[in-house]
């Protein structure tokens, strides 16, 4: 089974960031149908029908999200998710690249759902050319009457306001995006109450992924029961994932839900670079466990990959090859939530500092197996206490690793340098 | 006396009469502020808190909660690079050795010309698919060699100080174009 293109259909098309092009091959249509011959209700209504699950990580059902809202509390606001920062991941980057009209009509149809006037697209500092081509793109469709005051003659209004972070990868969590926006600290908010009820400005607030609204133009023309054929019964439709590591043709490629994960690997990365063998991946990005070669013939399911002990989470595959230090990689990634946690939550704050200390000192090989054996100890004390999931996920990988590693982390205690490294070096000579 | 100018306190008030809530504005009036001075001095901080209606001290206390906003002056061009896993796997610190011994200065430091203040950061760029990866004045360059590094230097170098959104054309990075290649 090759790519499933449905997002990805247009990318590369020459032009296909102005309105003229976008238009051309049938874009706003969604938008228009939607407002012309569907209630908010009914949208709702055929969203729960596609079966579509949120795509930023946490795979909630989108249309089950949206009618959280209560009734009759306006105004409402919809928060776009394009905080993208998670390790591995760019396929935000990629659809708002290649298709940023596709996210513009995404955000006005759910916006249109939920009666929200204004929606918000928060996207991460670092991700600069691609604000101002959004903002670009916004006023190219305000200027042709899809954004702004009763949209294409319905009475429906609605601003889009594209907001840039400053680097802060906390603040792709809900609550900590709302707090960021409000023009502080991005730190998380105690749940409940949920966004759905008191979100930006204390009102009832939607914040779903770039990715989850580029798919409503597609399920709004095409229908809901036609997503839902698409893809597993469970996970419908497809997801884009992005591919990186020692593999011979990195990128973003989207795949339907259900695909084993070896041909995602065999066909469209075309394999495990230099002729060497897969050793361990990451199915979800940063935050996930890792996964083994004899879990390649996993479908690409949410619920399969979860059941293997890992998860889907934002659609990042980083694949490692034989020579790869399992220490060095959950080294820097336990680096990257000590560097991104808030500070809000002891645990957090304190347990990634641990973590950081100790994995430096035995990627360096001057670990006693004493000191190491208080890795799970710090670990246990992060995981499931920290006040939101950012704490708990500084610790799955680097546990994981432990766990399926174990002689390899072992092996580092007093070796007065990185081990694993060394071998390669003497091999690469011989 | 003002330290910004009237073209970036314009920026600011249109930036407060966008949303619902002035305090909103904060994040882009940074912004603005450090695009005109390069970093958020004290001074800055004081006029944004001034148009927005906040304390400097509410003002402070964002600022300093977000890594890509400089609490002093740095060179002329901003260098970041990657070594989060996915660049990592592909020779990130091959680039950061060759960039410390190119530029003369360890990671955070600023060339002895005022051309450059480079740094390498764990936080993960979103350029995982043409690692190793890293921004030169918010611009991505992806799929570095040693040489490649090189060549972005003597391109930017003799270039003027990186500018701020408004003076700066927009160009798609990594495209599908780019990436194929």
């Known amino acids: ?34 407002l012309r011959s569907m209630t908010p209700d009914e949208l709702v209504a055929e969203v729960k029908t596609s079966g579509i699950r949120g795509r930023g990580g946490a795979g909630f059902p989108t249309g089950m999200k949206w009618s959280f809202l209560p009734k009759d509390v306006h105004p409402r606001y919809l928060c776009v998710n394009a905080d993208e920062s998670e390790p591995g991941c760019f396929k935000d980057r990629a659809l708002i690249d290649e298709n940023p009209h596709q996210l513009i009509e995404g955000t006005l149809i759910a916006a249109y759902a939920i009666q929200a006037p204004i929606a918000f697209i928060y996207i991460r500092g670092e991700y600069h050319d691609q604000r ?16 702004g005051r009763d949209i294409l003659g319905s009475d429906f209004s609605c601003d889009i306001i594209v907001h840039g972070g400053a680097g802060a990868y906390i603040c792709g969590e809900e609550t900590a995006l709302i707090d960021s926006l409000e023009g502080f600290r991005g730190q998380p908010r105690l749940k409940p109450p949920f966004p759905a009820v008191k979100g930006l400005y204390g009102k009832p607030t939607v914040v779903n992924n770039v990715e989850t609204l580029s798919n409503l133009p597609h399920i709004v023309l095409r229908g ?31 795949m339907q839900l259900g695909t084993p994960i070896r041909e995602l690997l065999e066909d469209e990365c075309r394999g495990i670079w230099k002729g060497r063998s897969l050793k361990a991946f990451q199915p979800g990005g940063g935050s996930m466990q890792v996964l083994l070669p004899e879990h390649l013939d996993l479908p690409l399911e949410m619920d399969a990959v979860q059941r293997a002990g890992s998860a889907l989470g934002a659609g990042a595959m980083v694949f490692m090859d034989e020579t790869t230090c399992m220490v060095d990689v959950s080294m820097r990634l336990v680096d990257f939530y000590q560097h991104e946690s808030c500070g809000k939550c002891a645990p957090c704050r304190e347990g990634t500092y641990f973590e950081s200390e100790l994995m430096h000192r035995l990627e360096a090989g001057a670990l006693t197996p004493a000191e190491l054996s208080t890795l799970t100890d710090i670990c246990d004390n992060m995981n499931g206490k920290c006040f939101c999931p950012l704490g708990d996920t500084a610790t799955w990988f680097v546990m994981s690793a432990y766990q399926a590693f174990r002689g390899e982390f072992e092996e580092h205690c007093g070796a007065g340098g990185c081990p694993v490294k060394r071998r390669h070096a003497a091999m690469a000579v011989a | 006396m003002s330290v910004l100018t009237p073209k970036t306190r314009a920026e600011i008030e249109r930036q407060r009469d966008r949303y619902p809530h002035a305090r909103s504005a904060v994040l882009p009036s940074l912004w603005a502020v450090q695009h005109q001075l390069g970093y958020l001095s004290p001074e800055g901080m004081k006029e944004v808190a001034e148009l927005l209606r906040l304390t400097p001290s509410e003002v402070e206390a964002v600022a300093s909660f977000y890594s890509m906003y400089f609490d002093r002056p740095g060179g002329r061009h901003h260098v970041l690079v990657c070594v989060n896993v996915s660049c990592a796997l592909r020779g990130a610190e091959e680039i950061v050795s060759h960039l410390e011994s190119r530029l003369g200065c360890p990671s955070g430091g600023t060339t002895a010309d005022g051309a450059f203040t480079w740094e390498h950061t764990v936080e993960c760029l979103g350029a995982c698919g043409g690692a190793p990866a890293m921004q030169v004045d918010h611009h991505f360059q992806e799929n570095l060699t040693p040489e490649r590094v090189d060549a972005i230097l003597d391109g930017v170098r003799g270039a003027p100080a990186a500018e701020g959104p408004a003076g700066r054309p927009h160009r798609s990075s990594g495209s599908a174009a780019q990436r194929a290649s």
């Open chain 1, 224 to 254: 809901g029961a036609w997503f839902a054929s698409v893809g597993a019964e469970k996970s419908t439709g497809t997801r884009l994932f992005c591919c990186s590591g020692h593999i011979n043709r990195p990128g973003t490629y989207e």
């Open chain 1, 1 to 34: 089974m090759a790519e499933y293109k449905l997002l990805t259909k247009d990318f590369g098309m020459d032009g296909i960031q102005t309105l003229a092009v976008y238009e051309r091959i049938g874009g706003y249509e969604g938008l228009r149908k939607a």
């Open chain 1, 132 to 147: 101002l081509l959004l903002e670009r793109c916004v006023e190219e469709a305000r200027a042709a009457g899809y954004v």
